[in-house]
């Protein structure tokens, strides 16, 4: 079955520190690609960043830097030199291609909460 | 702003009435998926619906049922409202719908919906 962990429920840091979400995933499938999500408290859902199983390469984009491993499951997500404006619920997220949509299977979300 | 439109924002009503949420997808988008947000059950996938046809169907009750018009325009309605029906409800839209030509999803605002 798929399935999605998000260990972390909350974590608070003050604003300049580096940060790591942690996301672990469960799928029988070969191919399957993840996602990471933002919802800030206005509560919209920001789209963050797409992998596919094929590409282990991790990837950075500003302050933002996840890493992939399929060895251990896990789709990690860096903040490097946070800022209060980070501060949101982050939402990993699993789909299988073998499916015949593509709905998203996702974590309970982890909520960030910078201060300055 | 994701280009995805929700009406309304906000829905309160009583047990036992039915409601009807309304999303547009971004322009050239084919698919459009459903999702409820509920403090207990957190982000659950509903159902998709791509070009006009049911994709896929996730956590879905029979009270509830959808449907995409030939604009592309989905409508979600729920019936026979309980008091666990109260979520905030997402719609995502996506150029294509299927595991050979896999697109992100983008999120509408959502409709928070309120039953006492």
């Known amino acids: 079955a798929q399935k999605v962990t998000q260990a972390q429920t909350e974590i608070s840091v003050v604003e300049k520190e580096d940060v790591t979400l942690d996301c672990v995933y469960e799928t029988r499938d070969t191919t399957y690609y993840l996602f990471w999500y933002k919802q800030p408290p206005s509560g919209e859902l920001v789209f963050l960043i797409r992998r596919n199983s094929f590409d282990e390469q991790n990837e950075i984009s500003g302050r933002y830097s996840w890493n992939f491993q399929k060895s251990t499951s896990s789709f990690n997500f860096t903040i490097t030199a946070s800022q209060v404006v980070d501060s949101a619920v982050y939402f990993c997220a699993l789909s299988e291609a073998r499916q015949a949509g593509t709905a998203l299977i996702f974590g309970k979300g982890t909520t960030l909460s910078v201060s300055s | 702003d994701s280009g995805v439109t929700q009406t309304p924002k906000h829905l309160i009503t009583a047990t036992g009435q039915r409601v009807t949420l309304r999303c547009s997808p971004r322009s050239g988008d084919l698919s459009v998926y459903w999702y409820q947000q509920s403090l207990d059950q957190g982000l659950q996938f509903l159902i998709q619906?791509?070009?006009?046809?049911?994709?896929a169907k996730g956590n879905i009750l029979e009270r509830f049922s959808a449907q995409q018009f030939p604009d592309l325009h989905s409508e979600l309605n729920l019936s026979s409202l309980e008091l666990g029906d109260s979520a905030l409800y997402f719609c995502?839209?996506?150029?294509?719908?299927?595991?050979?030509?896999?697109?992100?999803?983008?999120f509408g605002p959502g409709t928070r919906l309120t039953v006492l």
């Open positions: 995502a839209s996506s150029v294509a719908g299927d595991r050979i030509s896999y697109n992100e999803q983008f």
């Open positions: 619906y791509y070009n006009g046809e049911e994709r």
